[in-house]
């Protein structure tokens, strides 16, 4: 028997004002873009942007559905959006930001579990690493390199190929 270590790296900024320009514009967008969330069940509004490879900037945010398991989170109406409309395009940097209608928002938003398996995918059909934002409307922001850190262990095409 032998024991790996998976290693995990996560940069941790005190607030936003401590990012470069291109990462707080980015998850400034994430921020603004919850107000569209329709979240009318949990009232945790969640709000993602993108930047593609292209250059492109484009958002996402939960949509939920009066039949719970409907609904469908922020990253995955992006990864959708951005599949359907740039197909093929990587994505460099993803922000995920939320606004909790019931609480604070000042804990970086952790991904569900779904989510983590389809960015890890988009990530390894696209061969681009996604850079992932995590934060609230203020406080602590998250950077991790790249999405499959999310996900050690991950079940993927190159398992049932
Ligand atoms: N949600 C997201 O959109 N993204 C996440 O990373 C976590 C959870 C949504 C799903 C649901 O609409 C609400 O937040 C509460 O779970």
Redesign the pocket.
Known sequence: MIKKEIPFTVEIYATSEELTIADATLLASARAITSAAY?P??N?K?GAAALLSNGSIVTGT?Q?NASYPV?I???RVLLSTVASQFGGVGIITMA?S?DNLKGESKHP????GI?RQSLSEYEERTNQPIRIILSGLGGEVYIIEKAQQLLPLTFSLLDIK
Do not use: L, T
């Not at 938003?109 to 569900?112: A, E, V, W």
């Open positions: 979240a069940y949990s945790f969640v939960n939920e609904g989170c922020a990253e995920i939320y938003i952790s991904p569900c989510c």
